[in-house]
């Protein structure tokens, strides 16, 4: 099991950033793969980026070149960079992680664009 911890959520302006930043409990080269998911109000959770231990990256369509995930081995931390937010960016935003016997989850941070 891995205990995960978000941060850097927030308020910010449309085409702002912001980045979010996953300390993992224990050493990101032991798991399989991280990740960023979201749940908007009324819709269901979704992928939104992800980081194999290998380094593949996946994205959503609809962040693909607006959001970058990057992986510090050194400080066993994931991060989500967003750049120019919409409004429809706004969620809570998940951190997983994959390990052998299942998936962990963070507790979540808000982030909320506005105009």
């Known amino acids: 099991q891995v205990q995960l911890v978000e941060s850097g959520g927030g308020l910010v302006q449309a085409g702002g950033s912001l980045r979010l930043s996953c300390a993992a409990s224990r050493s990101t080269i032991s798991i399989n793969a991280m990740g960023w998911y979201r749940q908007a109000p009324g819709k269901q959770r979704e992928l939104v980026a992800g980081i194999t231990r290998g380094g593949s990256l996946n994205y959503a369509d609809t962040v693909k070149g607006r959001f970058t995930i990057s992986r510090d081995n050194v400080k066993n931390t994931v991060y989500l960079q967003m750049n120019s937010l919409k409004l429809e960016d706004t969620a809570v935003y998940y951190c997983?992680?994959?390990?052998?016997?299942?998936?962990?989850w963070g507790q979540g941070t808000q982030v909320t664009v506005f105009t």
């Open positions: 997983i992680a994959d390990v052998s016997c299942g998936r962990d």
